[in-house]
């Protein structure tokens, strides 16, 4: 019988990222050139609502079974570009200055039902300066969830299905001002969104919505994009991982998350770039090439838990200065 898991994986190393880029920055200096903004990404926003509302206009007039079958067939694959559309403008990776980037991110959220793009960025841009420590990185699991769902199978399929509610109370331990006018300029435009949906189009186009929302982060191939970013699946040691399946294609390059986190300052259309120009550094890195294979593995296997993640007691520095520097150059 396999042993539950009972405790994080802790470390003492700095964050792998704040290391490499620094090596990959000496060694190839050209990757600056890749910095920048993306303004193109405002139009597939635009399209991809269009195409979510308009879905939603025909679902309506159908049956539930087939309101719940095109939320998992398409509208999932949607919404989980919205949500790279979001992780984008949280990076202000589409235009310069920080409001046209967060009036961007709330369009790409309006599908989504629930306002989401503000209060992301306070949360997403914590876990890349402290990935791993727990009261700062809300994309860690809490230590009750990591008990409570273990290694269980149908533990971690609730899990999955419920993932949003989980990742809204995570939030609840960062020390980060909960409210603010982007916040409740986010909920204002959300609930005209949702409001405007049911009363001009019909309960049926709301509810595929909603569905389309939380198979594109739960329990659907697509989920396992959670679990291929930091979870220790393949390696004791390796905390981040790309993924280079075909569904970067429709889920915008979002799979190149160790390029992601090393190169935050280089837009989705870009990413492929980084691993181009520096193959020895990502070819050397574990990856995942399918999320339906990986989904399935964590499920159901025992090893694998929510406990199987990188957890650092705090930040650790490295030439301290000097980060401050490069950090500033890229």
Known sequence: MTNKPTDFTWSTDP???????????KEHPEMRELVGKNPYTIFLILGLVGAQVAISYWVND????MVFGAAYVVGAFISHALWV????????????????NMLAGMIANLPHIFASSASFQKYHLKHHAYQGEHDLDADLPDFWEARLVSNNP???????????????????????????????????????????????????????????????????????????????TLDPVQETYSYYGPLNKVAFNVGYHNEHHDFPSIPWN????????????YDSLLSHQSWSKLIWLFIFNPKLSLYSRVLRKEKVKIAKEKEKEEQVSI
């Open 15 to 25: 964050n792998p990222h704040h290391v490499r880029v620094r090596q990959i920055l």
């Open 62 to 65: 159908h049956s539930w079974w």
């Open 85 to 100: 559309m979001i992780h984008e403008s949280s990076h202000n990776l589409i235009f310069k200055g920080k409001a046209p």
């Open 154 to 232: 149908l533990n971690k399929m609730m899990w999955f299905l419920f993932f949003p509610v989980f990742q809204v109370t995570r939030t609840a331990r960062l020390n980060i001002e909960l409210l603010d006018r982007w916040v409740v300029l986010n909920w204002i435009i959300q609930l005209t969104f949702d409001v405007a949906i049911i009363v001009l189009i019909g309960p049926k186009a709301f509810v595929f919505m909603l569905a389309s929302f939380f198979f594109s982060v739960g329990l659907h191939p697509l989920g396992a994009r959670w679990i291929q970013e930091h979870y220790l």
């Open 270 to 281: 870009k990413l492929p770039q980084i691993k181009a120009k520096a193959p020895s550094y």
